[in-house]
């Protein structure tokens, strides 16, 4: 009597009677919400609204009615001598009670009589991840029946749902225009063929337009594990399984192995990943890095020309940057400055002479993995300074390889994971520079300018007051002609330790007292110290 697309709307819209339809003052918006989202035309739209409307329909108000009623017509048709029934009111009391049985069995109560409580019943089954739940509540939070209008909200219920092949979740995200539209025109269109039902592919695809074959890959996948691995049911959404099944950074095989296996920890391993990395676009701001050294403008700028090449870190020639100075401070200076160039990004710090064997061994635990943020622009410092151990410099410069990066193996669990989408940025002291020569784009960073090493003691001074509190810290006008003669990090531990050693106190710090702290914090060293002299340690 019915088809199949009437006969899906309806099941949907009884089960949204079942939950909160006695509190929907206007049944007839109800009902033309999930007529439109099911494509229904105007002229059975009518038919069915007056169907619905019916005695037979509204008597029918729980799961134990509508057995009592089955009981009964079967008693009738025994005896042939029941009243005659409409053929299709007849289906539609099926069809509505099948809506009753699920709603009890989702554990909404037909007879509560508060309005508040019903919505908590809604939201609770669809926190327990009832697909037909998810759908209803996505419609109701979209159109605003009864709930409340909650886009968003409706959208991420709604979503769930399709990203799980239902059809009333791929029909709604369809009609409300979500992401993703040309993903879920292919797994809707082999869903209706696989279920014989070509003549609604064709009116979904006059509707919504043909579908791009490459589109639809992934819903064949979840369709095999409905088919063959019994923890994965088809009522039932799992965001688990969802990640895995539709991640950008896992291969199909590998998906396919982990997801049809039987064995459940392995699959809890891999759900455990960061499985969602993906190319999101990032605001980069380069003045950040101009800010790092302002003065030197011809540096700065090739400098900003090489980090804006970030998008190209999927590509297999791409070669890192790499900044390489002997100076501690300056090297500090540039990473504050990228990790300011990349507003909202998920900046990660890596000291690779500190790594541990655990550190780089191929499992979860790896360094490299657990320290992405999914759904999140990620990028690495990588610190190349001091002693570091080759075995762990090597693995480092792998990692540095597109190509290695893009199929990160890992032993535990067995997969290989896709990391190419991590920006690093790497900075290394003299030593280390010839050995990262091979994988990196190299920069060195050139001495500071006479005008640079007058300015950058004040600069380090006011840095340091801010960091400690240190309001009633002054320093001398001569001191910064004095600090000029010494390197960048000299100046930082020399400023350093007289803005901490008198932060509570009112203090000015002198040419004398630089030349103290300069015989605490520096090294051993002939330096010359200004004006005429040389001063001896």
Same mark, same amino acid.
């Given at each position: /009597?019915?088809?199949?697309?009437?006969?899906? /709307?309806?099941?949907?819209?009884?089960?949204?009677?079942?939950?909160?339809?006695?509190?929907?003052?206007?049944?007839?918006?109800?009902?033309?919400?999930?007529?439109?989202?099911?494509?229904?035309?105007?002229?059975?739209?009518?038919?069915?609204?007056?169907?619905?409307?019916?005695?037979?329909?509204?008597?029918?108000?729980?799961?134990?009615?509508?057995?009592?009623?089955?009981?009964?017509?079967?008693?009738?048709?025994?005896?042939?001598?029941?009243?005659?029934?409409?053929?299709?009111? !007849?289906?539609?009391?099926?069809?509505?009670?099948?809506?009753?049985?699920?709603?009890?069995?989702?554990?909404?109560?037909?007879?509560?009589?508060?309005?508040?409580?019903?919505?908590?019943?809604?939201?609770?089954?669809?926190?327990?991840?009832?697909?037909?739940?998810?759908?209803?509540?996505?419609?109701?939070?979209?159109?605003?029946?009864?709930?409340?209008?909650?886009?968003?909200?409706?959208?991420?219920?709604?979503?769930?749902?399709?990203?799980?092949?239902?059809?009333?979740?791929?029909?709604?995200?369809?009609?409300?225009?979500?992401?993703?539209?040309?993903?879920?025109?292919?797994?809707?269109?082999?869903?209706?063929?696989?279920? !014989?039902?070509?003549?609604?592919?064709?009116?979904?695809?006059?509707?919504?337009?043909?579908?791009?074959?490459?589109?639809?890959? $992934?819903?064949?996948?979840?369709?095999?594990?409905?088919?063959?691995?019994?923890?994965?049911?088809?009522?039932?959404?799992?965001?688990?399984?969802?990640?895995?099944?539709?991640?950008?950074?896992?291969?199909?095989?590998?998906?396919?192995?982990?997801?049809?296996?039987?064995?459940?920890?392995?699959?809890?391993?891999?759900?455990?990943?960061?499985?969602?990395?993906?190319?999101?676009?990032?605001?980069?701001?380069?003045?950040?890095?101009?800010?790092?050294?302002?003065?030197?403008?011809?540096?700065?700028?090739?400098?900003?020309?090489?980090?804006?090449?970030?998008?190209?870190?999927?590509? $297999?020639?791409?070669?890192?940057?790499?900044?390489?100075?002997?100076?501690?401070?300056?090297?500090?200076?540039?990473?504050?400055?990228?990790?300011?160039?990349?507003?909202?990004?998920?900046?990660?710090?890596?000291?690779?002479?500190?790594?541990?064997?655990?550190?780089?061994?191929?499992?979860?635990?790896?360094?490299?993995?657990?320290?992405?943020?999914?759904?999140?622009?990620?990028?690495?410092?990588?610190?190349?300074?001091?002693?570091?151990?080759?075995?762990?410099?090597?693995?480092?410069?792998?990692?540095?390889?597109?190509?290695?990066?893009?199929?990160?193996?890992?032993?535990?669990? !067995?997969?290989?994971?896709?990391?190419?989408?991590?920006?690093?940025?790497?900075?290394?002291?003299?030593?280390?520079?010839?050995?990262?020569?091979?994988?990196?784009?190299?920069?060195?960073?050139?001495?500071?300018?006479?005008?640079?090493?007058?300015?950058?003691?004040?600069?380090?001074?006011?840095?340091?007051?801010?960091?400690?509190?240190?309001?009633?810290?002054? /320093?001398?006008?001569?001191?910064?002609?004095?600090?000029?003669?010494?390197?960048?990090?000299? /100046?930082?531990?020399?400023?350093?330790?007289?803005?901490?050693?008198?932060?509570?106190?009112?203090?000015?710090?002198?040419?004398?007292?630089?030349?103290?702290?300069?015989?605490?914090?520096?090294?051993?060293?002939?330096?010359?110290? !200004?004006?005429?002299?040389?001063?001896?340690?």
């Amino acid at each position: /009597m019915f088809e199949y697309l009437t006969e899906t /709307m309806l099941h949907t819209y009884f089960l949204a009677e079942a939950a909160v339809g006695r509190f929907c003052e206007d049944k007839r918006t109800l009902f033309e919400a999930f007529a439109r989202i099911f494509l229904l035309d105007g002229a059975e739209r009518k038919r069915l609204r007056e169907l619905v409307q019916s005695e037979e329909l509204a008597a029918l108000t729980s799961e134990q009615r509508y057995m009592q009623y089955r009981r009964l017509k079967q008693y009738h048709d025994l005896r042939q001598d029941g009243p005659e029934e409409d053929p299709a009111v !007849g289906q539609l009391i099926d069809i509505k009670g099948s809506a009753l049985a699920l709603a009890e069995k989702c554990r909404l109560p037909l007879s509560v009589t508060v309005q508040t409580v019903a919505c908590e019943n809604l939201r609770t089954a669809a926190d327990r991840c009832w697909v037909h739940i998810l759908v209803v509540r996505g419609i109701l939070l979209r159109e605003g029946i009864v709930l409340g209008k909650d886009e968003t909200g409706g959208a991420q219920d709604i979503r769930k749902a399709a990203d799980w092949n239902s059809v009333g979740g791929l029909f709604a995200a369809l009609y409300y225009g979500l992401e993703n539209g040309g993903r879920y025109r292919a797994a809707l269109e082999d869903r209706l063929f696989r279920d !014989g039902r070509s003549d609604v592919a064709k009116l979904v695809e006059n509707v919504y337009g043909k579908a791009e074959r490459e589109e639809g890959k $992934d819903h064949f996948l979840l369709e095999k594990a409905f088919a063959q691995n019994s923890t994965v049911r088809r009522e039932l959404y799992s965001k688990a399984y969802t990640r895995l099944i539709y991640s950008e950074a896992v291969d199909d095989k590998d998906k396919e192995a982990v997801v049809l296996s039987p064995n459940k920890e392995l699959f809890m391993e891999a759900s455990a990943l960061p499985l969602k990395l993906s190319y999101l676009p990032a605001t980069f701001c380069g003045e950040q890095l101009r800010s790092a050294r302002p003065l030197a403008a011809e540096e700065t700028a090739g400098l900003i020309a090489r980090a804006e090449n970030y998008d190209l870190r999927g590509i $297999d020639g791409y070669r890192p940057l790499c900044l390489s100075s002997d100076s501690e401070y300056m090297t500090e200076r540039y990473a504050s400055a990228f990790r300011r160039a990349f507003p909202g990004a998920n900046v990660c710090r890596i000291e690779v002479a500190d790594l541990a064997n655990y550190d780089l061994e191929p499992t979860k635990h790896n360094v490299f993995v657990r320290e992405c943020a999914e759904d999140r622009f990620n990028v690495y410092l990588l610190f190349f300074r001091g002693e570091i151990r080759e075995a762990a410099l090597e693995t480092v410069k792998n990692f540095l390889r597109t190509a290695k990066r893009r199929r990160f193996h890992l032993v535990h669990p !067995g997969i290989s994971i896709d990391l190419s989408p991590i920006l690093p940025v790497c900075f290394c002291d003299g030593e280390a520079e010839a050995r990262l020569e091979d994988v990196c784009d190299v920069v060195r960073v050139s001495p500071l300018t006479q005008e640079e090493r007058l300015r950058l003691p004040v600069e380090i001074f006011c840095e340091k007051i801010g960091a400690y509190g240190a309001e009633n810290v002054a /320093m001398a006008p001569a001191v910064p002609e004095k600090l000029a003669d010494y390197t960048p990090d000299e /100046m930082e531990k020399i400023l350093d330790a007289a803005v901490r050693e008198h932060r509570k106190t009112v203090f000015e710090l002198t040419e004398e007292l630089v030349r103290s702290y300069y015989r605490l914090v520096c090294d051993k060293r002939q330096t010359n110290y !200004g004006f005429g002299g040389n001063f001896h340690e």
